[in-house]
């Protein structure tokens, strides 16, 4: 593991695609983006590197980088099931679902694997949850519910596809919760967690954000190795595996550190800011005869 102030761990050519996440990662704790990130994402377009967010987020919850979208304006959310166009206003193009049948199993496993646990149910339509479920107050819509009547077709979102499957569990660790979910269901589904408490986020079979992110880039032509990644979580781990160059932030989780090239300082320190500047520079003077 190298700091990202080491020149020699910069991509030895310019990039042709920079894929960053969000919380903790792009944005401030306070959910901001910096003056100075704003400055190096829009250098990074002015020098032909296209930039994808690649978030856990849904596409509504992504009015915090909507200002500033630039060239292409595509956004990988939910993890990797949804492919959003933020000049769209989050208009969502391609949807990687997770069957409702599959994650109806996915509840009566974890419910017998790991009593107390309680879900959400995140659609394209919107989120709906269980009445023990940590409320999302920023969805004041959601209709409340067992996860049963919320995957039935005939309940809320008339049959929309179901992107994600949240579970909280109010006792369990984080991680220990993961490693369980992984081992009682890990055939059924994908489980991946970012937030600090026992909260799984549960993808279709193979989707992540690592395999809709190699989807895009062979849309475009981009290999692996024209990628530089950012990230500070557990669900970020796969896409930072997969990409040529990655960074993990310097507040990042302890795998997230071990599956990364390279290490960055903190988010609220403009980690990837930092980086780009330096591939900026690096670009630069390439460019010079």
Known sequence: MTSATDPRRLPATTPRLIATDLDGTLLR???SVSERTIAALAAAEAAGIE??????????????????????????????AAVVDLHAGGRILEVRELPRATAMDVVRTLRAAAPGTSFAVELTTGIH????????????????ATAEKLLH???????????????????LT?????????????????FTRSSP????????LGVSKASTLALCCAQRGISSDEVVAF????NDVEMLTWAGTSYAMGNAHPDVIAAASGRTVANNDDGVAVVIEQILARHEMQRRP
């Open 153 to 171: 077709e005939a309940q809320p979102g008339e049959g929309a596809p179901v992107i994600k499957l949240l579970a909280h569990h109010p006792e």
């Open 231 to 234: 990230g500070d979580m557990p």
């Open 174 to 190: 984080p991680d220990g919760f993961l490693t369980l979910a992984r081992t009682a269901a890990g055939e059924l589904a994908s």
């Open 29 to 31: 704790d306070d959910k």
């Open 129 to 144: 949850y269980e009445p023990e479920y940590p409320p999302f107050h920023l969805d004041p819509g959601a209709t409340v």
């Open 51 to 80: 930039v994808f967010f690649v978030t856990g987020r849904p596409a509504r919850w992504m009015d915090v980088v909507s200002d500033h979208v630039h060239g292409h304006g595509l956004a990988i959310c939910a993890n990797g």
């Open 197 to 204: 408490t026992a909260l799984l986020e549960v993808s279709g």
